[in-house]
């Protein structure tokens, strides 16, 4: 597996008006979308940070899974480091995620923490 870069880190935040203040407004973050219980904002250099908010489906499954921001490593082929990282002893939680431009996985870490592997998918 050959990891790119980190290119997007996830925070479940009960205080979620604070937190959007300080990334949109103090920190010029750019807003690249926004639902009801969730938004993202991207860095000049194409980095992603995503904030969940309670009520969240994400929000539910990082505070069930993982105690930090949980951040993602992009590779090339998101299935094949799936067999990796089981063939590795490595735990998979939950299921394979989608939308229109990714593909992921959270898995745990020897350290315990909740990470997350994506790669873009086909055409996006």
Do not use: C
Not at 29 to 57: I, M, S, Y
Not at 103 to 115: M, Q
């Amino acid at each position: 597996m050959e990891v790119r870069n980190i290119r997007w880190v996830g925070v479940p935040t009960e205080n979620y008006a604070a937190m959007r203040a300080l990334l949109e407004q103090v920190m010029g973050l750019r807003l690249r979308f926004e639902e009801p219980t969730t938004v993202e904002f991207t860095t000049t250099e194409g980095d992603e940070v995503q904030l969940h908010a309670p009520g969240d489906p994400y929000f539910d499954f990082f505070k069930r899974h993982a105690t930090e921001p949980v951040p993602l490593f992009e590779v090339d082929d998101v299935h094949a480091a799936r067999m990796e990282l089981a063939e590795n002893g490595i735990a998979i939680a939950g299921d394979l995620g989608q939308d229109s431009r990714w593909e992921w996985i959270h898995f745990r870490a020897p350290d315990g923490n909740l990470y997350e592997l994506a790669s873009r998918r086909r055409g996006a």
